[in-house]
């Protein structure tokens, strides 16, 4: 019977074996005294086990004994898992810093936990640290706060308080510094900075910049502010006058140096007390002023990958729960005395301040801050440029940049320049356009209050399509003004169909009049000259369908980054739906043109038409050579922000001012100018007599226009004077052109 008893045992045994879920995470400590890692994963295995919980905590954790990584590279080494799908790993320990980075690879905690539970952290779960777009990311298993560790020994032998600002700081340090050079200690470390050439560095730095606003309710000085400017001129202050270069720079000693005593001033990530020498006491950063302090969010956050195994789904967030929970949490602050996300924790009631009334003053007087990590899409590249361009200044001598250059460079790196209508430029390009469009409009009076000499000149369109004529060169103007301000998607649109709109206003009312001045009687031309608005309205119609067409996969802002420049923004498209609108548009106009271009060849010496058809041909040149250019400096893709934007204006502006000359402004003009009308009369004679003998040599006693060839047709038409007319008048109206067909009859 004991073999079957043994039988029994072991598959019920390899059966319950099966029902127990694995649970893998992955985190990294490189800091053995912060490690709360393993404790977290056996505290749970622990309780798992009481509690009959079919759920086993498999922790892979990185340190720097069993890896050469830094937190760079563990960032790495994460991203390449989620690139790949990974199901490896279900929940992640990750730097605060990549909640961004990684937030498409992350479950929303919102849908998975109670509002209860997230709520447990609402004093900081609305920091760019844990949310991003509404999004819980993750939930922080411990904080890390920068604080200062002030010496209690050298405090208490000179009669002094701690530092609650800067200026205290260094007037004490100083004092110190010099005391202790007398009795032989000059190698004394008065302060640290906490400056490397790492991650951190920006930490310190930004937390500097923030302990320098006026009250603690202040937001963070503007960068090129002169609190910001303030920052780093007593940064570096402090540094020439009671640190050094290699005391900033340097991390790896401090820790030795908090456990010896051998600093007065130690700046530092929070550690519990019994990690360090108790001579130090532990306060908030000081700030530019009393009450107003300073100090980063750091952190380990813990977050579910969206491509862990949906059978374990239930598992995993079970797991989360009680990692973060609040009882959890506590028994971390009690045993590790860590700084936790839940602020509850460090209520007066709370046993932890009972044990430990440091820790929490400590905790309710910080002030914290969270990193620029939405500042870019990658946020380690723009700390490193952060860091290295206020080295520049911090490290620098005198002859280096001053600290409102180097502020302005690192504006620089994510500030988007475009021109706002609030300043004192815009307002003055605001005003120069609203005059230049009044300059163009005036005159339009022309055509209200014209005399014969200009009735002639302003028949070829009627006032209301001269008027959508100008309107349509006024609006490439208005094109190139949105060129220059605030990118959005909206007018991203906005130019695209002002564009088409502008091109439809200045060339339809041209095709129409070409069209029924076809020198020959047709049904089409009278149908359109008896509908002339039905016809430009289906233009329009055609401009404004396609583009609302275009909102259904709308433009996209794209940033153009510049590493030692002004960055800007254009408007990009990743639709092929909207590239095929735009093309569509471009096809449509561009058989707009080519029709309007035959037409013109037909009506050459049409007189209604004659001076008007030159004109508009020479618009079409003229365009064509402008738009050439533009295509040629596009596909150069200048990056400078000046250079770029420079170009296209000036191209934008010519475009508008040229067809205004060409299509409304030289009829005044040639008005002006010209000579008694029948000097016109000569030149279509001249015209005529320029026929080539091959076209004299068709011409018989019929009709020209029967004879031979379409092309011989097309010549026909071309050489007619009048719009509309019959067989037996058409071409020779002119008495001296009708004697020019008779000679070339016999």
């Known amino acids: 019977m004991k073999p079957l008893y043994l039988i029994l045992f072991t598959i019920l045994f390899y059966i319950n074996y099966s029902k127990a879920v694995t649970v893998n995470i992955l985190g990294c400590s490189f800091l053995e005294a912060k490690n709360i890692y393993t404790p977290l994963a056996n505290e749970f295995n622990k309780y798992a086990e009481e509690n009959g919980i079919d759920i086993t905590v498999n922790l892979d954790l990185i340190t720097d004994s069993n890896s050469t990584q830094d937190i760079d590279d563990y960032g790495s080494l994460m991203e390449t898992l989620f690139r790949r799908k990974s199901t490896k790993y279900d929940l ?105 050439l790492e991650e951190i560095g920006t930490c310190s730095i930004y937390e500097t910049i923030y302990s320098f606003r006026d009250k603690p309710e202040s937001p963070f000085p503007e960068l090129t502010s002169q609190n910001a400017i303030d920052a780093l001129i007593m940064t570096k202050k402090i540094k020439d006058e009671i640190s050094s270069d290699g005391e900033y720079k340097a991390k790896e000693y401090v820790f030795e140096k908090l456990m010896t005593g051998e600093a007065v001033f130690l700046k530092f990530c929070y550690l519990r007390k019994s990690l360090i020498n108790p001579i130090y006491n532990i306060t908030e950063i000081p700030g530019l002023n009393k009450g107003v302090s300073s100090a980063v969010i750091g952190g380990y956050n813990l977050g579910i990958s969206k491509y862990s195994n949906l059978a374990k789904r239930n598992e995993v967030v079970e797991v989360l729960k009680y990692m973060t929970s609040k009882e959890m949490q506590r028994k971390l602050v009690k045993d590790f005395r860590i700084i936790s996300g839940i602020q509850s924790l460090y209520n007066e009631e709370e046993e932890i301040c009972k044990e430990d ?21 990658d946020y380690t590249s723009y700390s490193d440029k952060l860091r290295n361009t206020i080295y520049e200044f911090i490290y620098g001598n005198d002859n280096n940049s001053t600290a409102l250059e180097v502020l302005k460079k690192v504006d620089d790196i ?37 005399d014969d000499k200009f009735e002639k000149t302003f028949e070829f369109l009627s006032n209301d399509f001269w008027i959508l004529l100008v309107t349509g060169t006024i609006l490439i103007l208005i094109i190139s003004f949105l060129d220059i301000i605030k990118v959005t998607s909206f007018v991203c649109h906005l130019k695209l169909f002002l564009q088409s709109i502008s091109f439809t206003l200045t060339s339809v009312p041209i095709l129409y009049k070409l069209i029924i001045c076809f020198p020959e009687y047709n049904n089409i031309s009278e149908k359109i000259r008896n509908n002339k608005y039905l016809f430009l309205l289906a233009f329009i119609f055609v401009d404004i369908f396609l583009n609302i067409l275009t909102f259904t996969s709308p433009y996209y802002v794209k940033d153009i980054i510049n590493n030692n420049g002004k960055n800007y923004q254009v408007c ?32 050459w010496n049409v007189e209604e038409t004659f001076y008007n058809v030159r004109f508009y041909l020479l618009t079409i040149i003229f365009d064509s050579i402008i738009l050439i250019i533009f295509i040629i400096i596009k596909h150069l893709k200048i990056k400078e922000y000046s250079a ?42 001249r015209r005529s007599k320029d026929i080539s003998t091959t076209e004299k040599s068709t011409i018989s006693s019929t009709p020209y226009y029967e004879r031979g060839t379409l092309v011989n047709k097309l010549m026909n038409y071309h050489l007619r004077t009048t719009p509309g007319s019959s067989t037996e008048s058409i071409n020779y109206s002119n008495p001296e052109i009708g004697n020019y067909r008779s000679a070339l009859s016999s």
């Open 414 to 450: 994510t500030k988007i320049y475009y021109v706002s209508l609030n300043s004192s430029f815009g307002k003055k390009l605001v005003f120069s356009y609203f005059g230049l469009i009044i300059i163009l409009l005036l005159p339009l009076i022309c055509l209200k209050y014209k």
């Open 92 to 196: 992640y320990f990750y730097d605060d810093i990549y909640t961004i980075r990684y937030s498409s690879y992350m479950l929303n905690l919102k849908d998975y936990l109670s509002k209860e539970h997230i709520d447990l952290y609402s004093h900081v779960i609305n920091s760019e640290a844990y949310t991003y777009k509404d999004r819980v990311i993750g939930l922080p298993v411990s904080i890390d706060y920068a604080v200062l560790y002030s010496n209690s020994y050298y405090l208490k032998k000179y009669n002094k308080e701690i530092p609650k600002t800067w200026n205290e700081l260094l007037e004490i340090g100083k004092y110190i510094k010099e005391e202790e050079a007398k009795q032989n200690n000059g190698d004394l470390t008065i302060y640290n900075g906490l400056f490397p």
């Open 572 to 603: 990009e498209v990743d639709s092929s739906f909207t590239s095929f609108i735009r093309y569509f548009l471009l096809i449509f106009h561009s058989l707009i043109i080519l029709t309007t271009l035959f037409l013109i060849f037909i009506d």
């Open 644 to 685: 770029y934007f420079t170009t296209r204006e000036c191209i934008f502006v010519i475009f508008s001012l040229s067809n205004y000359f060409f299509l409304f402004g030289i009829n005044i003009i040639w008005t002006l100018i010209k000579k008694h009308e029948k000097n016109h009369d000569k030149y279509i004679l």
């Open 357 to 377: 009334e440091e820790l929490c003053n400590l905790y309710n007087s910080i002030q914290p801050i969270s990193r620029p990590v939405t500042k870019t899409n």
